[in-house]
């Protein structure tokens, strides 16, 4: 005889359940028991479906700050726009090893894939593309990294 009862409970978010199971086995032969016993929680744990949700890292880590980080200049010259994007009104041009504060940073859909852009504060505020400048946590790493480039 072989019987087994099971009662579900969910929580509020419907994410959790929690299962009691009662079993009552009453098998003739000793070898039926042992397989019985080694056999059944590897079948209950296929049952059971998990519930996967994707991690998704944010966008301007860390949070707990207005900005980024600093950024450096490393083209000759670059481009700074009023929106991202490539037909956006031109604001001016930044030079190699210009220091800037990075506040944000946002990915664009082109027809040649993604482009990752980040909008500056510095001499003007407008968006880089993020190809042309490296990104560092603190001023003084920004600082010594664009005096290296002057030099």
Known sequence: MFAVSAVTMMTKTGKTAIFFIDM??????????LCLLFCLPALCACV?????SPVIPPVTPPLSREYIGFGVITASFTHI???????????????????????RRQIIKTS????????TEGSQ???????????????????????????
Do not use: C, H, N
């Open 24 to 33: 009552r086995i009453t098998l003739k032969r000793p070898f039926g028991q």
């Open 81 to 103: 726009t009023y929106d991202p994007g490539e037909d956006s009104p031109s604001l001016g041009y930044l030079r190699r090893g210009s220091l800037v504060r990075v506040l």
């Open 112 to 119: 040649g894939g993604f482009v990752s852009w980040v909008l």
């Open 48 to 52: 059971a479906k998990r519930e996967e």
């Open 125 to 151: 505020q407008g968006w880089l593309k993020e190809e042309v400048i490296d990104i560092y946590d603190s001023e003084r790493k920004a600082k010594t990294a664009a005096e290296s480039m002057l030099k």
